[in-house]
């Protein structure tokens, strides 16, 4: 079984458009992430929701908008997409506080977007 | 800022020697450290952590880690390499004072290419 899914893993659109990317976790996890995966590699969250509250934002454009509907899906919605969206995006959860492993994140297979 | 630091973009090892990969940060107080492995089209796994406790980390796939306060450095070590580790390994802190939140700070990754 999947433990972190997002959907689709590849995504090809024109600049302009807006895109979707869900996310869902079956471990039972409070937490769920966002981050980006530049074509260097370079890896930086994004965003974090708790029990579908967000609590963290690291300055990202208002283009971006992530959506919990609960707190086993983290969807992450893009506006007007840009050149310089074309990255891998990767969706991430981590276990209750209190938990041995709270600290560990569990990550999705990632999202390629590709803005033409 | 704080911020991880991996030197070396690349680490050629030869199947069977030892391989140490570099992580160095600069992040107030004792953070807690990871690391995580990325093969080709796959997303981030977690391979160890250090919290607490004693510098020597074991975790997955015959991989060790050592914290050295002193150095602020968490040196990724195997003793004996395999082809099938080529990947890349991604050193991570999360500040302890995060305000509770569980934000990771990657470095820039380092490609781990083992020979025959």
């Known amino acids: 079984d999947t433990a972190v899914s997002q959907t689709p893993k590849y995504l090809v659109t024109q600049m302009g458009n807006d895109k979707s990317i869900k996310c869902e976790q079956n471990?039972?996890?409070?937490?769920m992430y966002w981050y980006k995966q530049d074509s260097k590699k370079f890896l930086k969250i994004m965003f974090s929701?708790?029990?579908?509250?967000?609590?963290i934002n690291e300055t990202v454009p208002n283009r971006f908008s992530p959506k919990s509907p609960d707190k086993a899906h983290l969807n992450l919605h893009i506006n007007s997409l840009e050149l310089g969206d074309s990255a891998v995006y990767f969706c991430?959860?981590?276990?209750?506080?209190?938990?041995?492993?709270?600290?560990?994140?569990?990550f999705g297979p990632g999202t390629r977007l590709t803005v033409l | 800022a704080q911020s991880v630091a991996q030197p070396e973009d690349q680490v050629n090892v030869a199947e069977g020697n030892p391989l140490t990969v570099k992580c160095t940060y600069s992040?107030?107080?004792?953070?807690?450290l990871f690391w995580y492995v990325q093969y080709p089209n796959r997303g981030l796994q977690f391979l160890l952590k250090?919290?607490?406790?004693?510098?020597l980390v074991k975790g997955s796939y015959g991989f060790e880690a050592e914290f050295n306060k002193s150095q602020t450095s968490f040196h990724l070590k195997k003793p004996s390499a395999l082809v099938s580790d080529s990947a890349l390994y991604f050193c991570?802190?999360?500040?302890?004072?995060?305000?509770?939140?569980?934000?990771?700070?990657f470095g820039a990754g380092t490609r781990l290419a083992v020979h025959p």
């Open positions: 991430a959860s981590s276990p209750p506080l209190g938990q041995v492993d709270t600290d560990t994140q569990y």
């Open positions: 471990l039972g996890h409070d937490t």
């Open positions: 929701y708790n029990n579908k509250e967000l609590i």
């Open positions: 992040v107030s107080g004792n953070p807690y």
């Open positions: 250090y919290i607490t406790g004693d510098n």
């Open positions: 991570a802190v999360r500040p302890r004072l995060s305000g509770g939140y569980n934000k990771l700070i």
